[in-house]
């Protein structure tokens, strides 16, 4: 029987194909000249965007008021009418806990800064969803005679209280001492979430029932990671709506939507997200989100522009509504707590069976582990487990192979014998698989099982809170891509990127040989057909430009995994099967009389029907 062997011109090939286009993109590279012409040009391209993304921000507000001008201020309370009472004041008030850090503005009582206190950017500064103009909040709504305002126009007047160790703060636009428009926030020890109440008292008389009130929220997406394309990846806009039914706009494109009966909005920013949570849902609402990514950008500081549109119900001409504001980590671990929010949901775990695998089994496992190894070190335990789980797949596969590597002669024979009928071949193909008790499909069905596997494991590691910038070896961000050379600025190769990355090339490597090893010999080229065994060797590296912008966590797991199973293979090769067993069962197997099911036997009658008229 034949051996496998290594395919010498075909590794060769696969080198040279790499070097080929290495060689191509190296000659090509802009000169260094152009490279200095080109930074040029960007820096200016990105001053330009970052006086555009500041313009945009700047002209959603409404022009500064000089508070030392009399004039002006007497022009502004004569605009917004009755809410003049309040003494215009450009303050800021500071609400902090252990994890959280929030400037709240008098003018409009809305934030205007969130920082993160315990996490910081690729670059090492501290983690901001809003800061500089990048978000506002206001609602709109008119009052008995005839304005329209919005209250990012109104000043509020602040003060500042404790309850229970929270800290509160209650914003008022007022009428009178007795009526006003109330924001009250309301922050716990060590939380990321913060209540937040709008209501408004003795204002039945002042605004106009009649008429919409609506909340607009919006914010912009500040960039976090070294990769601003990567990033941009796992941006999204979620929402719960409709009793729970999870919904997301487009992470790709610019996408709207219209829902009724929306429980929360999560602005998600890969690993941070900025979400507004209602235990009575807003009957309905606009959502829009503007992708701002068209290319990889060293400079570019936002991801996705982001827009919401909610309607409040107005009752006996008063407002109440009892709201939440989350600015944290979408972690799993932290979210949790908010079951009764089932704030957990936002997390993208993947869809039906994937999502499950993934929420309920690996990111525990993985917490677990982490909690007594280091994370690459967990990531490498956790592979072992997982394909020492799987071995019996791979054992059922491997037998498959072996089975129809047994066959092969044989097949080969009834190929040259009707190679001149396609269909007497595929009939007495299928046979001499009936007879010695062997599927075709048989090698198929253990690797369909593994997909889920293999699929919840690809959405876990470039979203698991665990991973970021956590190291391993010389990857310096688990839950990112590893860069071992960074090619000069301006040079880019397509499709693969700006940098190497080592961990895909080692798992582009193990996969290559894993292959090499389960279908290399076994795979037949048909006349007319392309080189099957050609397109084999050309996935490795296909998988190496695809993976050299993912998590090199999943980079990693993909490289272990492959060595351990290529490891597995080779025990159930040489220690458990033997081919000459396995020969002398397929040869006890065919003179056992063979019954066929009402499947088989429709198949081989429609194939002699076929035969049949033919020949006729």
Known sequence: MEEKKLDVNSIIGFVLIFGILIFMFYQNKPTPEE???????????????????????????????????????ANYKSQIGAFGFTAPSDATTVLENE?????????????????????????????????????????????????????????????????????????????????????????KPEEYLVDFTIRSQGLDRVMNDSKPVTLDWKLKGIRHSKSIEYENRYTRLTYNHEDGKLSKLSEGSDDEETEEDIKWISYRQHFFSSILATSEPFKSGELVSKNLVEEESRTFGFTKDYASVLPLEVKGGELSKNMHWYFGPTDVEV???????????????????????????????????????????????????????????????????????????????LGEKYKDNAMK????????????????????????????????????????????????????????????????????????????SLFPILASVAIFFYMMMTTGQNMPTQPGMPNMKFIMYLMP??????????????????????????????????????????????????????????FQRKMREMMEQAEAQKKK
């Open 541 to 598: 590296f296909m998988m190496l430009f695809f993976f050299n912008n993912y998590a090199s966590g999943l980079s990693l797991y993909y490289f272990v995994s492959n060595l351990i199973t290529i490891g597995i293979m080779l025990v159930i090769k040489n220690f458990i099967l033997d081919n000459d067993k396995i020969h002398a069962q397929i040869q006890e197997n065919k003179k056992k009389p063979k019954k066929e099911n009402k």
């Open 99 to 187: 994890v959280l850090y929030l400037k709240i503005s008098n003018k409009g009582g809305h934030i205007v800064e969130a920082k993160m206190k315990n996490f910081v950017t690729y670059d090492s500064i501290p983690v901001y969803l809003i800061k500089d103009g990048n978000a506002s909040f206001g609602l709109n709504f008119s009052t008995q005679d005839n304005r329209v305002l919005n209250t990012k126009d109104l000043y509020f007047e602040p003060s500042s209280s404790t309850s229970d160790n929270n800290q509160v703060l209650s914003l008022k636009a007022k009428v009178s001492n007795n009526q006003y428009l109330e924001y009250r926030y309301e922050m």
């Open 425 to 500: 071949k595929q009939q007495e193909t299928m046979k001499l698989y009936g007879k010695a008790g062997v599927s075709p499909m048989s090698g198929c069905v253990p690797a369909f099982l593994q997909m889920p596997i293999f699929y919840a494991l690809f959405m876990f590691f470039p979203t698991s809170f665990a991973l970021r910038q956590k190291s391993f070896l010389w990857a310096d961000d688990l839950s990112s891509f590893d860069t071992i050379y960074q090619f000069p600025e301006g040079f880019s190769i397509p499709f693969y990127g700006d940098h190497i």
């Open 335 to 413: 979210l949790s707590k908010y079951e009764d929010l089932g704030l957990e949901d936002s997390i993208p775990f993947g869809w039906g069976i994937f999502g499950w695998i993934n929420r309920y089994v690996f990111t525990p496992f993985y917490a677990f582990l982490s909690t007594y190894f280091p994370y690459g070190i967990a990531i490498v335990i956790m592979t072992i487990l997982v394909r020492l789980a799987m071995s019996p797949v791979t054992y059922k596969s491997y037998l498959s192979q072996a089975k129809m590597k047994v066959l092969k002669p044989e097949i080969t024979e």
């Open 35 to 73: 490279l200095e012409e080109q930074a040029q040009q960007e820096q200016v391209e990105a001053k330009a965007a970052q006086e555009e993304n500041l313009n945009k921000v700047v002209t959603a507000e409404t022009p500064v008021l000089n508070l030392n001008d009399s004039t002006a201020v």
